[in-house]
């Protein structure tokens, strides 16, 4: 019995030694837990940190607006999906290659307008917005979206081989940004994008300038159909489809370029290609943009050819033929489309102005010329004495010398010719 009381007593003691232990550790926490509530309230004052680019981007965030592209094209209701495309205005067209066939052999198709494609743009002067011309291009109606309004866009000027086009919105009441000087970029500059990627309007990204002056080939042609090269912008910061148009920015807000395009990851090739975007430099546009604002905005179109005239003509002496339209470098855009110089005679009025064989000409009075009988029917509607304005297209050492699949660098150069009657020497 003794026993008994004696580890009963020893259990009570325990019992209330635990009890002790952990009101003393509850109470421990609690007070833990009371100083780590007063230590957060300490930070109601925390100093509010901002980026190097929050000033910037908040100064242009708003000139940098959407524009959309619509294009008639045919539907039908067996054929839903005909048509649009999406991101730079070049995509990823749904239909047309049907396995059901084409909507427009559908007797109930019909040209209805649709979304071709979205870009961005960045407000320039007031009312005038800056874009590509890939963005625009093809289009039958345009609008600027601002937020969730859209206005009617008109197109005032336009450098296909640049890439650019300037519109106008009547009553856009928009800031515009500051043109800064592309010229005094540096690598290692910071470059801060902001437009509409993927339809998420006004996204903003960050990057750098990774390198200067990239020779960019693009799909576009000049004047005289060669394959336009251009001087670009590289930069890591992240560009994406529906981007095109947007702003380039430095961190004073300054408009420095406008994002065109992007490099990405080949399934050809296996490459993964991260971080590789180009934007124009603003210095390129200012001239289109000046000359829209002074009022000679030029939307391209191919001048009207001239008739052909017969009769006793005066003559340049040249013999000439058409390019080999299947030939590579016509192809592939490497050479413009003209009329082939294949001999010239010596002392003949092209000789004389310095014209060789080679040469392609391209342009004649400001009239394009793409192959030989819009050459030879200007030629013959002018007199003996007329002067003409020639421009041609030479490769160093000459295109009839050239072996191979290796083209020299090549340029335009423009002569001015004196008519004269010549013997019968094709021309």
Not at 68 to 85: D, L, V
Not at 261 to 277: C, D, Q, R
Request: charged share 15%.
């Amino acid at each position: 019995m003794k026993n008994i009381k004696k580890n009963l007593f020893g259990y009570v003691a325990v019992f209330m030694a635990l009890t002790m232990i952990v009101t003393t550790g509850l109470a421990f926490i609690h007070q833990n837990t009371t100083a780590e509530a007063e230590a957060v309230t300490l930070t109601e004052n925390a100093t509010i940190v901002t980026s190097p680019f929050t000033a910037a981007v908040q100064k242009v965030h708003g000139s940098v607006v959407g524009v959309n592209n619509y294009t008639m094209q045919m539907t039908s209701n067996s054929y839903p999906y005909g048509g649009g495309s999406f991101g730079f205005g070049f995509g990823f067209p749904f239909g047309f290659s049907s396995p059901y066939g084409n909507p427009y052999n559908d007797k109930e198709a019909e040209s209805k307008e649709v979304l071709q494609g979205s870009g961005s743009g960045v407000v320039v002067a007031k009312g005038y917005v800056l874009t590509n011309y890939h963005v625009i291009e093809d289009a039958s109606r345009l609008e600027v979206a601002v937020n969730e309004n859209t206005y009617p866009a008109q197109l005032m000027g336009t450098d296909e081989a640049k890439d650019l086009a300037v519109l106008y919105v009547e009553g856009l009441e928009i800031e515009p940004v500051v043109l800064g000087d592309s010229d005094v970029l540096q690598i290692g500059d910071w470059a801060i994008c902001i437009g509409n990627p993927l339809g998420f309007t006004g996204t903003t990204t960050v990057g750098v300038i990774s390198a200067l002056n990239r020779e960019v080939s693009g799909n576009a042609t000049d004047a005289y159909g060669k394959r336009t090269t251009n001087v670009m912008i590289q930069t890591d910061a992240a560009i994406n489809a529906g981007n095109s148009g947007g702003g380039m920015f430095n961190v004073a807000g300054e408009l420095i370029g406008i994002p065109s395009l992007k490099y990405s990851s080949s399934s050809y090739s296996g490459a993964s290609i991260e971080g590789i975007g180009m934007a124009i430099p603003v210095n390129v546009a200012k001239p289109l943009i000046q000359d829209v604002l002074d009022g000679k905005g030029n939307v391209q179109s191919t001048p009207a050819q001239q008739s052909i005239v017969s009769g006793n003509k005066p003559r340049i002496g040249v013999t000439v033929s058409n390019l080999n339209t299947s030939h590579y470098f016509v192809t592939q855009g490497l050479i413009p489309t003209g009329a082939y110089i294949a001999e010239v005679e010596e002392g003949a009025p092209a000789d004389v102005a310095g014209i060789e064989a080679g040469d392609i000409v391209v342009e004649i009075d400001g009239n394009i010329i793409t192959n030989t009988t819009q050459m030879t029917g200007y030629l013959q509607s002018k007199q003996a004495g007329d002067v003409v304005q020639m421009k041609v297209y030479r490769v160093d050492g000459g295109l009839q010398n050239v072996q191979g699949s290796d083209l020299p660098d090549g340029e335009y150069l423009d002569f001015e010719v004196t008519l004269a009657l010549l013997d019968d020497i094709q021309q």
